[in-house]
């Protein structure tokens, strides 16, 4: 982009569930969870991935920190190669690369007080002990908007959102460069999100974080992302500034999941495109493209369902999978091989929506 | 104005728990009309859930309904009813869709059969003919191959077919009223939408008036036609969709409109609502809302506010109603020192 | 624009007084008139049992009168009767009160430590490691666990208390180890594990930190039950007369000395038989109420 090496790379990311059966649990399938994922986060920068149940957005953001294995591919971490650490490597590794989770009330280890949680990334790294400890524990919890002195107290003693606060000062005890944010507003209601949202926004400027924000909130990310990428079945499918994918989706998947938002104007009357069927197993994902048995681009073919589109740059900085979203690097010529009748076509059926 | 469907009035039900007497619902009041849709929204806590499993008595001990009542449009008060009268109610003339439709639904039985179970008990229906309009039911629900479907096991078929088989089954009666409590909740967007969609399709085919209870104001904005806020047990606004969303008057549903965000209008930072919400085993004294709000003044906290008249439809629990000058001077809001106020 | 985008640090706090997991589940089991009974009078059997030569009127291995005081039944002087010994059989029972519990927790804490070692480390483990010692698990369970103590008993010629409380203990493991087990596949997957794995806890510190503090509830509920399945067999081994030695007095020993003549001497199967099924009784509504306290979270 602009010369600066990422902090996150990450190419040709898979994780594939082994499917077992019978008595001598055989593999007869796997689930491909993250099938062929490749992006970069810059220093700084909050990365939003969104998609639906089974998108892999989840798994993708466990593997970066390999709280899973990936089952194949290269991530790096300011050039460093994660997969390759060993068991002390990557323990050191863990101080720069933290996770907030979805569900405050199974984050929190129910039988510790929040004071004990928070200083536990300080005990395991050596970086307070004793009183400065406790002191470090106190500015956190203040940090994140929570009184320091009911730090002796137990997490079921607080709400939804202050758990979450609990959890984010966690992370932060340990003074980490990137932070996955794994749905950390989803559980919440909407009036506790707009201050969970508000906090993580004031944490990244004051202690110059890079996040990935895994939602399936498409406002919510829009809200915080600089740029998104949109999933479905373990694919990118979209990958844009904020503004550019909101403005202007290319991927039809993405069209479909803007305009499926319910939108709080009754006045705005919405052309809605309602996507048939439901969504593929990952266990069992369709050829091609993986979003074409529910595609409504007009140009859907044959070819959609026999080619893999690449995920390729549309326009400057807005990358989309979809071979009939001009231009694309498959030729016509290799379209009418694979069976395509129809010749690519710019399909922008939301322009007016969100004006 | 026809006589509504269902008339609800200073409904209470209470929870008799360890921590105390948790007042989750506390004096609520409101009508549905025929062939209407009316949304119900709020947060956690707020109330609605149980004002509707209130409304078909599905309230399980340690809960119970303390007193008010709910007419239905024949005349008859369903907190009073026998068992065997609300069992023909349910279902029959009032059914509900679930928000979790795994849990909704047997995982030993057949959807078919679940679905067709509802035309037996109620219309004493043979078990063929059952079959018959349950496969029936699920085709309008759009579900594609619905004999075959029906055949099949709730662990076999996704969350959204599965919320279909839930409203195949709310409406096998053709009941005259539909609660729907949060069914798009756990629904992926593109189902939501589809389920939305489904929902407002078969109101108009078949009639039914939907009781909608939401905690997304976008959910509200495109299927209601009136809307109820709650907060803390009580109803604080109520008025038409339109009128709610263009001139909000409750300070609550002012803060939730703020507070969220919406897609192309991109703000620098989110408006919050301070605070949270307080306990139901202690609901404070005065304006329940009153430690959240910008414009409280010494009257919110001695007066607990009636629900204001406003417009022709629109009722607001605040006395702002009265005294409007006040929302000129906004302040950061009171806070009480959690723990300390109960001795 | 009235609605501040600053957020208040005064607000958030906790709703309550402080209250550990520890003292709510207290609370709770507390809160059931049951348990404060049965609490109260197993209290007053453990301090019984505790305060043995202060409380016992006579010695229990004492035999004043061998003919004059042989099998009375209740009177004042001896609230519970004479035995076959003339011992006074209150005495008996009392200080049987200390050894039936001593075995019974001793025991049991024999069977806790390798049970949850056990149960836990198969269950963290997970894969090849757990298949097999799951599988050496169920072969031990296929012994009953009386046969085996009869068995083992009879073989051996001479054995003392301890070795009496070993063999108890390690016979008593197995179900207690599937249920640490159980526990652990359930809380291996908990969101908080994976927090404590993502700040880079060793899994050691997260056996010891994360998982065996909330393997605490579900443990003592099964010591509690553990506890009183090894009185009843204590005693039943003492009826056979194979478990504690004569002339130590357990409640089990007290039975056998008036099993000729059952009939006759029948206090002497009447108290230590109450006691017992008391102590029972009231440990197995102890464990009730903490395991619905347990739940209730």
């Known amino acids: 982009m602009n010369g600066t090496a990422p902090l996150v790379s990450v190419r040709n990311l898979k994780k594939e569930f082994p499917i077992r059966k019978g008595v001598l649990s055989r593999q007869v399938g796997a689930v491909k969870a993250v099938n062929d994922v490749s992006f970069d986060v810059a220093r700084g920068e909050t990365l939003g991935v969104v998609g639906e149940s089974g998108c892999g957005k989840t798994t993708t953001g466990r593997a970066i920190l390999r709280l899973i294995e990936p089952t194949s591919g290269d991530i790096r971490f300011e050039g460093r190669d994660i997969r390759a650490m060993g068991t002390s490597e990557l323990r050191a590794l863990r101080r720069e690369l933290q996770i907030i989770f979805q569900d405050p009330v199974s984050s929190l280890n129910p039988r510790m007080t929040v004071g004990a949680i928070i200083r536990e990334g300080l005990t395991i790294h050596k970086l307070a002990e004793g009183a400065a400890a406790d002191a470090r524990v106190r500015q956190l919890l203040q940090e994140v908007g929570l009184r320091p002195e009911y730090s002796n107290r137990y997490p079921h003693e607080f709400s939804g959102g202050q758990r979450q606060r609990i959890g984010i000062a966690r992370a932060l005890s340990v003074e980490p460069k990137f932070i996955v944010c794994d749905e950390p507003v989803s559980a919440l209601d909407v009036s506790v999100q707009a201050q969970v949202i508000n906090l993580l926004e004031d944490l990244q400027r004051d202690h110059d974080l890079t996040y990935m924000f895994i939602a399936h909130d498409l406002s919510v990310v829009e809200h915080i992302a600089d740029r998104v990428a949109v999933m479905y079945l373990g694919k990118i499918v979209e990958l844009a500034t904020a503004e550019d994918l909101y403005a202007t989706p290319l991927m039809p998947y993405t069209q479909a999941l803007l305009s499926a938002v319910p939108v709080a104007d009754p006045k705005a009357r919405k052309e809605r495109i309602i996507l048939q069927g439901d969504v593929p197993s990952p266990a069992n994902p369709p050829s091609g493209c993986v979003f074409h048995p529910r595609c409504h681009h007009p140009a859907k073919d044959a070819a959609c369902a026999a080619i893999v589109p690449p995920l390729e740059e549309k326009t400057p900085g807005h990358f989309a999978a979809c071979i009939k979203q001009p231009p694309t690097t498959v030729s016509w010529e290799q379209q009418k091989e694979a069976g395509g009748v129809h010749r690519p076509e710019r399909y922008l059926p939301l322009a007016a929506v969100h004006a | ?343 | 624009m009235p609605w501040q985008t600053q957020d208040f640090a005064a607000d958030s706090g906790p709703t309550r007084y402080r209250e550990s997991p520890l003292a709510l589940g207290l609370r709770r089991i507390l809160r059931k008139r049951s348990s404060r009974v049965a609490l109260f009078v197993l209290g007053v059997i453990v301090l019984v049992g505790l305060l043995a030569p202060l409380v016992a009127p006579y010695n229990p291995a004492a035999q004043p009168d061998i003919v004059g005081l042989k099998d009375l039944p209740p009177s004042f002087a001896h609230p519970f009767g004479t035995d076959p010994y003339s011992r006074d059989v209150l005495s008996r029972v009392i200080y049987g009160a200390r050894l039936s519990l001593m075995i019974g927790v001793l025991a049991t804490i024999v069977s806790l430590t390798v049970g949850v070692a056990y149960g836990a480390i198969s269950g963290y483990a997970g894969g090849i490691l757990d298949a097999v010692m799951m599988r050496l698990l169920d072969a031990c369970l296929s012994i009953p666990r009386l046969l085996l103590l009869i068995g083992v008993l009879v073989a051996w010629p001479n054995f003392s208390i301890g070795a009496l409380v070993v063999f108890l203990g390690l016979t008593g493991w197995f179900g207690l180890s599937r249920i640490v087990r159980g526990q652990v596949l359930a809380l291996k997957h908990a969101e908080f594990i994976t927090a404590a794995q993502a700040l880079g806890a060793s899994r050691r510190r997260i056996l010891w930190r994360h998982l065996l503090p909330n393997l605490v509830s579900p443990i003592v509920v099964a010591a509690t039950l553990g506890v009183a399945h090894v009185i009843v067999l204590e005693a039943g081994l003492s009826y056979l007369g194979i478990g504690v030695p004569p002339p130590l007095a357990s409640w089990g020993n007290i039975i056998h000395d008036g099993s000729d003549q059952g009939a006759t001497l029948w206090w002497m199967a009447l108290f230590p038989g109450l006691f017992m099924v008391l102590t029972v009784m009231t440990l197995n509504i102890l464990a009730e109420a903490m395991s619905d306290a347990y739940e209730r979270r």
């Not at chain 2, 609300?86 to 995982?107: H, K, T, Y």
């Open chain 2, 1 to 343: 104005m026809t006589a509504p469907l269902l008339s609800i009035r200073s409904l209470r039900t209470w929870f008799y728990t360890e921590s105390g007497v948790a007042r989750a619902v506390d004096g609520v009041s409101f009508d549905i009309g025929a062939g209407e849709t009316l949304g119900i929204v709020g947060e956690s806590g707020c109330g609605k859930s149980v004002t509707a499993l209130s409304i078909l008595r599905l309230i399980q001990p340690p809960g119970r309904i303390e007193s008010g009542s709910v007419i239905e449009f024949e005349g008859k008060d369903i907190v009073t009813l026998g068992d065997e009268e609300i069992r023909d109610i349910r279902g029959n003339r009032i059914s509900m869709i679930f928000q979790e439709p795994m849990s909704a639904l047997n995982p030993v039985f057949t959807v078919g059969d679940q679905v067709a179970e509802v035309a037996r008990v109620h219309a004493k229906m043979s078990r063929k003919d059952a079959w018959d309009r349950a496969v029936e039911m699920l085709a309008l629900t759009g579900i594609p191959d619905a004999d075959s479907r029906a055949r099949q096991y709730p662990h076999q078929l996704s969350g959204g077919m599965r919320q279909r088989v839930l409203i195949a089954m709310a409406l096998m009666m053709k009941p005259a009223l539909v609660i729907a409590d949060e069914p798009t909740t756990a629904l992926d967007v593109t189902i939501q939408a589809q389920i939305l969609d489904l929902l407002v399709d078969l109101q108009k085919k078949i009639g039914t008036s939907i009781l909608m209870i939401t905690h997304d104001l976008g959910v509200i904005a495109e299927t209601a036609s009136r809307v109820i806020v709650m907060y803390a047990g009580e109803v604080v606004e109520e008025a038409d969709v339109d009128e709610l969303f263009a001139k909000p008057h409750h300070p609550y549903t002012e803060g939730l409109m703020h507070s969220m965000p919406h897609i192309g209008h991109d703000q620098e930072r989110l408006n919050v609502i301070p605070g949270t919400v307080p306990a139901p085993t202690e609901w404070p004294a005065g304006c329940r809302f009153r430690e959240r709000c910008p414009y409280s003044w010494e009257r919110c906290e001695s007066e607990h506010p009636p629900l204001y008249q406003i417009g022709t439809s629109h009722v607001s629990r605040c006395h702002l109603a009265v005294e409007p000058e006040r929302r000129n001077h906004p302040h950061p809001p009171v806070v009480v020192e959690a723990g300390v106020a109960a001795a």
